[in-house]
T-cell receptor, first 113, second 112 residues
């Protein structure tokens, strides 16, 4: 049973445009959500997070939106740059197990120059 | 600060053998978590240690075990290796803030 789902295995956008990566979850106990970026042969790198008490968090070019009623979150990257090309993972945790992250299977983002 | 380091980076074993992987967290981090990444299952949580105690455990068989030392360094062990254990094993450390884990580069284990 996959509790965190990233339904788009890949996404391709033009440099300078917006990239929107989506993530759905099923476990109502999740209250903390994170996005990680992963390049080949490297470990995931933390990008941005959001607590369930918020519906938006922004950090530079990256913004995460959370819709609790729909159990949906999204990562917006504006403007997209070729260096953003990587696999993006959505992850979630619950207050009782803050250090047990449940990951989606990732979305490969390709930003074309 | 140095990042999370994992050794070895690559490992080849045969079925039935056992393997030990090592992880050194970022200095000052007391929580260490282990994850398995495979093409089919994605990233899956194995276990988490804090101050030498296992605090959280994922849904893996008892062949997968771990420990943490007083200096926060951690090891994970897989006994009686199976072909399906071939994966990238990632270690992550945390300073204690909820969910913000910092990952190492991983150990690529191949079981033949």
């Amino acid at each position: 049973d996959q509790q965190v789902k990233q339904n788009s295995p890949s996404l391709s956008v033009q440099e300078g445009r917006i990239s929107i990566l989506n993530c759905d979850y099923t476990n109502s106990m999740f209250d903390y959500f994170l996005w990680y970026k992963k390049y080949p042969a490297e470990g995931p790198t933390f990008l941005i997070s959001i607590s369930s008490i918020k519906d938006k968090n922004e950090d530079g070019r990256f913004t995460v939106f959370l819709n609790k009623s729909a159990k949906h979150l999204s990562l917006h990257i504006v403007p997209s740059q070729p260096g953003d090309s990587a696999v993006y993972f959505c992850a979630a945790s619950s207050g009782s197990s803050n250090y047990k992250l449940t990951f989606g299977k990732g979305t490969l983002l390709t930003v074309n120059p | 600060k140095a990042g999370v380091t994992q050794t070895p980076r690559y490992l080849i074993k045969t079925r039935g053998q056992q393997v030990t992987l090592s992880c050194s967290p970022i200095s000052g981090h007391r929580s260490v978590s282990w994850y398995q990444q495979t093409p089919g299952q994605g990233l899956q949580f194995l276990f988490e240690y804090f101050s030498e105690t296992q605090r959280n455990k994922g849904n893996f068989p008892g062949r997968f075990s771990g420990r943490q030392f007083s200096n926060s360094r951690s090891e994970m062990n897989v006994s009686t290796l199976e072909l399906g254990d071939s994966a990238l094993y990632l270690c992550a450390s945390s300073p204690g803030l909820a969910g913000e884990q910092f990952f190492g580069p991983g150990t690529r284990l191949t079981v033949l």
